[in-house]
């Protein structure tokens, strides 16, 4: 199946305790497109301004993501620019330039329209229901948010989660949204604003998924190598994603296997700046990490 | 095989958000002696003040913990009082009234030297050498410390860290006992300094083993009700000592599976003040939580 996301594409100005990057490429469509491309075709709903430049395009187009979606808007690319400690969970945020983003109203071509996998990056609400409402018959729509739209635009947010299966956000988020300090009870007061299924991030920590019936906990990969946490939680949803759209298995089982495929692409993203990572790592490398889970994780059971 | 635990037994005063104890039973090795009755035999050596009641030696004593090597001395047993916040993840200890454990000095029984299985709970790591020097032939030397000893007699730890095998921190103590930030560089640091094993204890995160040549990582069990965090880092010692006396299993699988009943075991205790979980739990939970912990974790393998 086909995945269409919606989100930022930008240009990120990353510091941490071990080297920095200038106006590298990021947003959360960039590393969610990214990841979900090596599983399945991606399509493109994004805005950029006319410094975007060629090589990125390009780099992209010959990832199996069709940019027909990818808008050239006069003006300049929303820019970021963050610092981390030798914390890594968290990033200071030193600067924001929405640019062109700012008046960035997500048109999808006709051809997207039969999209039957859909990702919601982190956006206005309101938008995100513009991009549901314009989208045919699809299958899986799943989405991210964040604390800004949680207590700033509530209402539109929890509408648009009635038409969202999968709700993929980090653990403060899912406190937040809740307003209730045990993650149990808060994720299941989510589940009852409408996804049947809430993936919580927690960074270096894991992701606990939660339906209506069961929790599944998946660790992080513990890495001797974290260079830049930037991306890495749009890249599990890419590698999550991407997964059930490749196998069509949205069952309990293809939940939990798309998540730790999701973790396995996030390990790699943290190891090096920006998407450097992720443009060279290879099938067998995927394969070998999600091994390396197996590893991590199993134990005997009872006799 | 029968298990040795040095520790603390004391009164603790906590507040929560949820309720208060005031002077409830409490200590270190109170809760290991506790979780680790469930699987083995347990040959306490601690101290108590004059003020220890009867209730609670009968309460140990009917749970298979021999209580030979607990001293009375003259005066006040060890009181501490804390407070945790919503973040049940750290207390905020208030007072600390060290009373008859401050002269502490760990005698052995006779019949106690002959323990396979020995935990050094936290306390003063000279103290801790001296029990394993009254030690005849342990086959398993596990211990725990804290950053009071990490910062202020280090050169003791060291010492007493060559003659352990398994070393029992949460993350915090482990990036201070290395001087590094990133956990898997830290733990190689640690093992480097003699334990074969070193169980990294991340509250709520649950715990990651690391061996030379492996990474264990198990869940906390999420819980809807955490009503008092205080000795769930000494109940999972408690039931993963346990464990493995029981088996005799020290083997990496054994480990694992220890590991899993340690976080079972400490996944009751906080569910409840003081030892009351623990009080009333059955063989038959122990057993189906241990199996919730398998569904917790599992997924699919590649095709």
Known sequence: MEILVVGSVAFDSVETPFGQGDEVLGGSATYFSTAASFFAGVRLVAVVGEDFPREHRDFLAARNIDLAGLQVAPGRTFRWKGRYGFDLNEAQTLETHLNVFEGFQPQLPENFRDSEVVFLANIDPELQLEVVRQVRRPRLIACD?????????????????????????NEGETRQLAGEANLVKAARSVLALGPKTLVVKRGEYGVLVFTAHSIFSAPAYPLEEVFDPTGAGDTFAGGFIGHLAATGDF????????????????SFTVEDFSLNRLRRVTWAEIEERFRKFQALTSFEGLD
């Open 145 to 169: 948010t964040m604390n800004f739209w949680i207590g700033g635009k509530r209402e539109a947010l929890v509408r648009t989660l009635r038409e969202v299966d999968i709700l993929v956000i």
């Open 251 to 266: 069952s309990e089982a293809g939940v939990r296997k798309a998540t730790v495929f999701g973790s396995v692409m996030a």
